[in-house]
């Protein structure tokens, strides 16, 4: 995938495509084929401070983490952006999600892997 500006984390999405969070402040989800499907920043109209981490849940929203904000933010298909996590981050960077709806995040201030509940319905 060419043309990325300083390309940091990578996670694959449901459909085979693949989401790139990028150190220029944007994050981009991309088709099976490699094709640009969107960038987070347009179509959401967010300003990321410098997006880290990136996951999708099962439901298909995307959750990235932004280091210079100090939060969690997640993106549904549909809808505006959800701010999950807005306290108690010192710097986080990777992430994984749950089938169950935990939100892991590694803080490399605090050098540990932080865990929320973010899903109140069943998978």
Do not use: W
């Not at 969690?72 to 986080?92: D, K, N, Q």
């Amino acid at each position: 995938v060419p043309n990325l500006q300083g390309p940091r984390y990578v996670s694959p999405v449901p459909s085979g495509g693949f989401v790139v969070s990028e150190e220029c402040g944007d994050v981009k989800v991309f088709m099976s084929s490699c094709k640009l499907l969107c960038s987070l920043s347009s179509k959401y109209g967010h300003q990321f401070g410098n997006p880290a981490g990136v996951c999708v849940d099962t439901d298909g929203s995307i959750l990235v983490a932004d280091e210079e904000h100090r939060t969690v933010h997640l993106f549904p298909e549909h809808g505006a952006p959800i701010c999950l996590v807005s306290t108690g981050l010192r710097r986080p960077a990777g992430m994984a999600c749950s089938s169950s709806g935990h939100l892991f995040v590694a803080d490399t201030v605090e050098n540990c892997v932080k865990v929320f509940k973010y899903c109140v319905r069943p998978p």
